[in-house]
Structure formats: structure tokens, C-alpha cells
């Protein structure tokens, strides 16, 4: 028994050696670098795969052809959306075959028991979390993982565009930044809690926080969704609306569709926002397109 185990043990590290690489790799083929965060959708056309949203309960689907395809529920969480997309990129660029991948919580076997799952997972962590961006993002804001509060990592997740608990993992499992203990105690604080606590009232709008350490890439978002920005942000254009000034930064709310410059007069912090229709459906490329006037 402990024999087997411990060949398990090998096979995984082998496995998650070469999804590590595989992620290193797709970064720098579609023009990327090891420390930013990315458009995963943007890396999935630039390695000529298709991506599409549709309104079909599952997580994900891989489409091996010509062109291969990727196939997103539109139903799930934004940051879900982006973590099932770099998922089935892995499963593409590792060369598995065609799959379909149905809601985590109706699934019979653990992801991680079944190779190409596990490998197609630790690709889509280093795709999106690469080690030298961690290690940037909690330098630039003076943290360590160790010691981060929840808050604090939550707005590391915003950045990088993944859920609280998937970076919470990633620093466990992936990286061996932060202990086993530590990270059972960091999953006790969910998404709802931590906004209600950033925000001083519950809420069931998804929230994006860009803080003064956020790096100038876009910030997408849906109509709908809250975004906490630096103190004194401003907006040119009618996609984000400001509702409340807060103790840490000035809080919008995503109205429209398109994209709208965010900067603030007095500082060179600046970003774009990117709106995406309510749980969209089409092609990724298409879905910041603003409303048609004459709808």
C-alpha cells in the first residue's frame, strides 16, 4: 500500500512538472510574460483554439478539431468562467482528447484521481497564477502568504482573475507557500463574508477589487458586478457608474456593456474596464460589445 501510494506520488510530480512547463510555454507562445496577469481568452486565440459561451449547465467542454474549440458555461462565476477556460486549454496544448467536464459538485470521481484531470488543473493553475507574479503581487503590497489577512488574498485573486479559494489551493498545493493549516483556516472565510467585510454590508454582487498595486491591466467585469477602485477613480464613459465612496477606495457598479477608462487625476494609476453582458453567450471575442442603440 505504501508502495502504490508513493508511485502515486511520483506520477503526480512528473504530471505536474510538465503541466508547469506546458503553462510556461503557452504564456510565452501567445506573447506573454511569467509575472502578469492574462486574458486567458486572449491566450486561447493566440494558440488558435475557439472559445464560446453557452447558457448549458457544466463546467466545461474540449473540442479537439479544426479549429479546436472550447465550450464555457455562462452560468458560472466569472472567475470559474476563466479557470474552465485555462483548464480545457490545458487539455488542448497537452495534447489529451476531446472531453467533457461536468459541474464539480455532481461529479462521481475526484479530478485529481484521473491523470488528464489533474494535469489539465495544474496547467490552468500556473497558466493563470505563475510563481514569479505571486511572488510579485505580494511584494509589490509588502505581504508574505503566510501572513496575508483573507482580505488581502481576495484582492491577490481579483487580480490574477481566480476565486479566493482557487488561489487559496494554489498556494498550497502548487506553490508551498502557505501550510496545510494555514490554508483550512483562510477557506473558513467564503466570497460572501469577505465582501460584506470589504464592503461593511452583505451583498450578492460579485466584487472585483483593483487596488493601487493592481498593475494596469484591463479589469473584466459583468453588468452587475461591483468594482472597488483606488480613492478618487474616475470613469470616462457610461459602462461603470460611481455609487458610494468607501474608507478604501471609491465603489462603481458595472451598468452597460463596453469599455470604459478608469484613472485618477492625481496619480499614473489607470486601467481599462471591460463589461461583458450579463452570463453572455457567444464567442469570448464579441463579449464586451456594447448595446446596439437602435435595439
Known sequence: MKALAKTMMHNRRALADKAMKAAI??????GKDLVSPICIYSVADAHGVRVTFNDINMEGMYQRGAPPRIHLSSLR?????????????GHHLLGHGSSIDELRENQLVRPWDVPDE??????????????????????????????????ELYRIACQFGVGYATLVTHLMWGEAMISRARADALRKFTPRTLRAHILGSLTPNPLIVADEAWGGHAIDAEVGHLLLLPPGTRAQGDAVVPVADLADGRLFEAKRPGLVRLDRSDTDWAAFGRIARTAYVGRADYRHLEDDADD
Open 25 to 30: 510555454t503557452a504564456r510565452l507562445k501567445a
Open 77 to 89: 462565476p466569472l472567475a470559474r468562467r476563466a479557470y474552465n477556460c485555462a483548464h480545457e486549454l
Open 118 to 151: 489533474y494535469s489539465a488543473d495544474t496547467f490552468a493553475a500556473y497558466a493563470l497564477m505563475p510563481t514569479l507574479g505571486l511572488r510579485n503581487a505580494f511584494a509589490k503590497r509588502g505581504l508574505k502568504p503566510e501572513t496575508a489577512t483573507p482580505v
